[in-house]
């Protein structure tokens, strides 16, 4: 049964979270905010979940844009996912293949804006839950297509 996040509903969330982001020990966050170092824990399982925009985000601009590109190539990929099951409901095979080519597309695009967003250090999207829901989606998705799942996993994989 999941917990609910003690930081999460805490009413001091936006400053904790700053904190977090600027890197201060978990320990003298507790002590500021619990008044004892009680919180540890909590706040460092906080810290995993926070979400895409706040992880080690320090140029709001930049941040915006990453979001926003995200954003379009999940649409995209949602839509190729969907032209893939009707094509394989279907039995269009040929259909079926160009989805899943344009998701594999859609993947490397994702798996590029990763690299060049962590070269920048500027995001770490592969602790994104965002990047993860996506990720188990599409794998899961290619599972009738041994071949095309292991090209992906392993264009995944690749170090930048
Ligand atoms: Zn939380």
Redesign the pocket.
Known sequence: MPRV?S??SHEDREEINAALLAGQPLRGISRKFFGSVKAEDALGR?RE?LPLHLVKASDAAEVAQADNLLEQVKSLQARALTILDKAEASGDLRTALSAIREARGNLELLAKLLGELQQEGTINLVVAPEWLSLRAVVVEALAPYPQAREAVLGALSEPN
């Open positions: 996040c930081i999460c906080h979940h």
